[in-house]
Nanobody, 121 residues
Framework: QVQLVESGGGLVQAGGSLRLSCAASGSIFRLNAMRWYRQPPGNQRELVAGITSGGSTTYADLVKGRFTISRDNVKNTVYLQMNSLKPEDTAVYYC???????????????WGQGTQVTVSS
């Protein structure tokens, strides 16, 4: 079993910052790519940012220059630093990771339970 637990969400005024964390635990042989998704109210889930095990990053155009994804491979944790937040960033943010549980097992995708981010105008 693999668990992803997000933290760091909350209510912030427009222009403010938040830092999300997502810790992976359980049966982890290799932690590959990790990603942050978000689901705004009434909309579909969308990719926000991703990071490979080697540290290569990718961002959605809407957050480039404002959000930064990073990871700590010792702590099996991925972070999302969100600056210059806008009301349209309001969403439930989900952590996602590709995890290989054992040497002879294939990699599977796991999701966290989500954390609410609300940006007031």
């Amino acid at each position: 079993q693999v668990q992803l637990v997000e933290s760091g969400g909350g209510l912030v005024q427009a222009g403010g910052s938040l830092r999300l964390s997502c810790a992976a635990s359980g049966s982890i042989f290799r932690l590959n790519a990790m990603r942050w998704y978000r689901q705004p109210p009434g909309n579909q889930r969308e990719l926000v940012a991703g990071i490979t095990s080697g540290g290569s990053t990718t961002y959605a155009d809407l957050v480039k220059g404002r959000f930064t994804i990073s990871r700590d491979n010792v702590k099996n944790t991925v972070y999302l630093q969100m600056n210059s937040l806008k009301p349209e960033d309001t969403a439930v943010y989900y952590c996602n990771a590709d995890v290989q549980p054992g040497w002879f097992t294939s990699s599977s995708m796991y999701w966290g339970q989500g954390t609410q981010v609300t940006v007031s105008s």
